[in-house]
């Protein structure tokens, strides 16, 4: 190659060279515009962006804000209307009630004629205000009321309440010094008596105990006895029960005496002594009882009807009885 060539083949080699060079440069200028227009429209978009961001939180707090004022006022009108004279108590319906009056029941409630219903409603918050139970009134009632054992009252809009009583039962009476405790079929004292001999329930022999609340279960020293106690008067009861009208046992005990466990005894006046033993099959030997007394005995009989002596009660005539000891 001479040398003319070899300064031809130099002088294309530096303009590729140059060529090359410019479009790198043109290349990163393109790209500095293009960086520098996308920040531009960046920051153009960033303003906005935030305005309308701004926008929706307003229009959200609105809401909610015309939301509460609604409620409120809603919440306002609505108790406005339940306190007002529309729902004042014009009667009281009492059903279920044998020792007490309706006027006692209504005093011992707690609640007035001319009362606001939903007044009537507190005792356990909200709750009651969903059921309409009145549950101030039923405890109220059965606080002060030894007869009642269960009660449910309840307002029955517009302007009633409506009472329903369950009471306990009358089944024996346990002597207390010189008074006579009336215990119900769960041993709860219902009643103090006086004059309580003649007062045509059995009376109980053989409960210890210190003292007694009103309303409340008698809290005794030998529980076993007065279990026995709740035991007997039940059978009694469901002998009561089953007798279709042909005699009734617990109206002509007089003594039931479970000093000793192992030797219960029924007194029937001053004409019989019942030894029903140890107290097992206890109704059984109730319902026995209750056919040997009504039924196979023949009038003016007297004597002693023992349980203890085989599988078969034995009566035994003409045993001297006991007094009755109270």
Do not use: W
């Not at 329903?164 to 405790?181: K, M, T, W």
Request: hydrophobic share 35%.
């Amino acid at each position: 190659m001479n040398g003319r060539e070899k300064a031809a083949k130099k002088s294309v080699e530096k303009q590729t060279e140059e060529r090359t060079a410019n479009k790198s440069a043109e290349e990163q200028t393109e790209e500095k515009t293009a960086n520098n227009s996308t920040g531009e429209q960046t920051e153009e978009k960033s303003p906005k962006s935030a305005s309308r961001d701004k926008q929706r939180i307003k229009v959200k707090v609105k809401r909610v804000v015309r939301t509460l004022i609604i409620t409120f006022i809603f919440l306002f009108l609505l108790v406005a209307l339940a306190y007002s004279p529309l729902f004042s108590i014009s009667g009281i319906d009492i059903t279920g009630v044998q020792y007490y009056s309706k006027r006692q029941i209504v005093e011992n409630s707690g609640l007035v004629i001319g009362q606001n219903g939903f007044m009537a409603l507190s005792g356990k918050g909200v709750l009651n205000y969903f059921s309409l139970r009145c549950t101030e009134a039923e405890e109220s009632i059965v606080e002060s009321s030894p007869y009642v054992k269960k009660v449910y009252a309840k307002y029955k809009l517009p302007d009633r309440i409506v009472i329903e009583i369950e009471e306990r039962s009358r089944s024996v009476i346990i002597p207390y010094q010189d008074l006579g405790l009336l215990v119900d079929e769960e041993g709860y004292v219902i009643d103090i008596i006086r004059d309580y001999q003649d007062f045509g329930l059995p009376v109980v022999k053989g409960v210890e105990f210190d003292g007694y609340s009103l309303g409340k279960r008698l809290v005794v020293k030998n529980e076993q006895h007065l279990d026995m106690v709740i035991t007997l008067v039940s059978a009694l009861r469901q002998s009561d029960r089953d007798s279709d009208g042909e005699g009734f046992l617990t109206y002509v005990v007089s003594l039931m005496d479970i000093s000793d466990l192992k030797n219960i005894k029924l007194f029937i006046g001053n004409e019989f002594v019942v030894n029903l033993g140890d107290g097992k099959d206890i109704h059984y030997r109730i319902s026995a009882l209750k056919e040997i007394y009504f039924r196979g005995l023949s009038e003016g009989e007297k004597g002693l009807i023992d349980f203890t002596v085989g599988d078969r009660p034995v009566f035994i005539p003409e045993r001297p009885v006991m007094e009755n000891s109270y």
